[in-house]
């Protein structure tokens, strides 16, 4: 852990869908090396199952490379029941190898559908 400098990571969120999608919280200052977690909100406000996929973007862009996800929502396709409410955690540390002259990050995710309508248990 680089204790000698902050890099404060801001949230983003943007739905392509029938759903509210947001951050906790807005920003984040870490030290780079320190393991941090947030959470992002998603309710589907529709009556029917949905597959869902959150494609991950970064700026400045070259901070791509040194923000390290060990577990997040993005990794996989979610599926949300009807009227569903989920909190999806996303743990993450910058690399301390980040340039120094970055000190905000921001982290953004585009939530959208993905194939057909989910099947549910009266299909």
Same mark, same amino acid.
């Given at each position: 852990? %680089? *204790?000698?400098? /902050?890099? &404060?990571v801001e $949230? %983003?969120?943007?739905?392509?869908?029938?759903w509210? $999608?947001?951050? &906790?919280v807005?920003?984040?200052?870490?030290?780079?090396? =320190?393991?941090?977690? #947030?959470?992002?909100?998603?309710v589907?406000?529709?009556?029917?199952a949905?597959?869902a996929?959150a494609?991950p973007s970064?700026?400045p862009? =070259?901070a +791509?490379?040194? $923000?390290?996800?060990?577990?997040?929502?993005c990794f996989?396709q979610? *599926?949300?029941g009807?009227?569903? +409410?989920?909190?999806?955690?996303?743990?993450? /540390? #910058? %690399?301390?190898?980040?340039?120094?002259?970055v *000190?905000t990050?921001?982290?953004s995710? *585009? $939530?959208?559908? #993905?194939g057909?309508?989910?099947? &549910?248990?009266?299909?």
């Amino acid at each position: 852990v %680089d *204790t000698s400098r /902050y890099v &404060t990571v801001e $949230f %983003d969120a943007n739905a392509q869908g029938p759903w509210r $999608f947001r951050p &906790t919280v807005n920003s984040v200052r870490v030290h780079p090396g =320190e393991m941090a977690n #947030v959470v992002y909100e998603v309710v589907n406000k529709e009556a029917r199952a949905i597959n869902a996929q959150a494609i991950p973007s970064y700026a400045p862009q =070259e901070a +791509a490379s040194y $923000f390290k996800k060990l577990e997040c929502f993005c990794f996989k396709q979610q *599926t949300l029941g009807p009227n569903e +409410a989920r909190q999806m955690p996303v743990a993450f /540390y #910058v %690399d301390p190898n980040l340039p120094k002259n970055v *000190t905000t990050i921001t982290l953004s995710y *585009t $939530f959208f559908e #993905v194939g057909l309508p989910a099947k &549910t248990a009266s299909n």
